[in-house]
């Protein structure tokens, strides 16, 4: 689906002024302001520890900001806002199907939809064959793939995603990374994706938003100069590189901000 036509239903993020200082006094987020519209994918860039986390779960509602205003602009009801983690927290005693099948359960799905679409959004991840599965029995980008259809299967017009693959090993991660932007495409789905990696960012988003460090304040919001169509050849291409160069300037330049 070409970008323009993706804002059926997409949601927005507005965040006008968003300050986050915890008990204690530190300050993680300081006058952020931000605006990211409907079917945007938005890579959010900083160094360790610079806040990224704390934007990301004030935009999900898992925060507040002490001042200003974080909102998102579009149908939030349940499971219409995904959320990914690092940690693919899957129910161990539940296989591949019922995990994935989960947010459907507590949205009072019947259990024979539940059954079609949980299965349908593991096929589009890869993992058709592994359904009757047990996390235990699968890999760190296995448990992540499913981790990632669980939140899918709701279909989300937000997807929130923090560092979801930085755990993985490089192939993996270029694989997932390959398969997310894949995802995007055909969806009509805002992505808001939290990495320190250049690379990542690079290959992901149509736009990176580079934070400094602590308190994350903006310091670049750069377009991803880069054709919607993403093969993993483009990695290697000077134009990519060119892309990296650029973001890798701006971390620089926000570490001694
Ligand atoms: P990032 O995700 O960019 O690594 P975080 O948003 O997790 O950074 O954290 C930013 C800063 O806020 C860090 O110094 C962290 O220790 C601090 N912080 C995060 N959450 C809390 C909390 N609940 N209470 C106190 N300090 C916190
Ligand atoms: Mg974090």
């Given at each position: 689906m070409p970008v323009t036509e993706k804002t059926l239903s997409a949601a927005g993020v507005k965040v006008v002024g968003a300050v986050r200082t915890f008990n204690g006094g530190v300050c993680a987020v300081d006058h952020l302001s931000l605006e990211i519209?409907?079917?945007?994918?938005?890579?959010?860039?900083?160094?360790?520890?610079?806040?990224?986390?704390?934007?990301?779960?004030?935009?999900?509602?898992?925060?507040?900001?002490?001042?200003?205003?974080?909102?998102?602009?579009?149908?939030?009801?349940?499971?219409?806002?995904?959320?990914?983690?690092?940690?693919?927290?899957?129910?161990?005693?539940?296989?591949?199907?019922?995990?994935?099948?989960?947010?459907?359960?507590?949205?009072?799905?019947?259990?024979?939809?539940?059954?079609?679409?949980?299965?349908?959004?593991?096929?589009?991840?890869?993992?058709?064959?592994?359904?009757?599965?047990?996390?235990?029995?699968?890999?760190?980008?296995?448990?992540?793939?499913?981790?990632?259809?669980?939140?899918?299967?709701?279909?989300?017009?937000?997807?929130?995603?923090?560092?979801?693959?930085?755990?993985?090993?490089?192939?993996?991660?270029?694989?997932?990374d390959e398969m997310l932007r894949q995802l995007w495409a055909e969806r009509d789905m805002t992505i808001v994706f939290v990495t320190h990696s250049i690379a990542e960012a690079s290959f992901l988003a149509e736009r990176a938003v580079v934070l400094t460090r602590r308190p994350a304040r903006i310091v670049t919001d750069h377009a991803i100069d880069l054709p919607v169509d993403r093969p993993a050849v483009l990695r290697g291409e000077s134009v990519f590189a060119r892309e990296m160069r650029t973001l890798y300037a701006a971390l620089e330049e926000g570490m001694r901000a």
């Open positions: 519209g409907p079917g945007e994918f938005v890579a959010i860039l900083g160094p360790s520890g610079c806040g990224k986390s704390t934007l990301l779960r004030m935009i999900a509602g898992l925060d507040r900001p002490d001042q200003g205003v974080v909102q998102v602009e579009g149908d939030t009801s349940i499971g219409r806002v995904g959320y990914v983690f690092q940690d693919a927290h899957l129910l161990p005693w539940r296989n591949v199907l019922t995990n994935v099948a989960l947010p459907l359960e507590l949205a009072g799905v019947d259990h024979a939809e539940r059954i079609t679409r949980a299965t349908a959004v593991l096929s589009e991840v890869g993992l058709g064959d592994f359904i009757h599965r047990y996390p235990a029995e699968l890999s760190g980008g296995m448990r992540m793939r499913v981790s990632l259809a669980r939140a899918l299967v709701t279909s989300p017009v937000l997807l929130l995603m923090d560092e979801p693959f930085a755990a993985l090993d490089e192939i993996t991660r270029q694989k997932l």
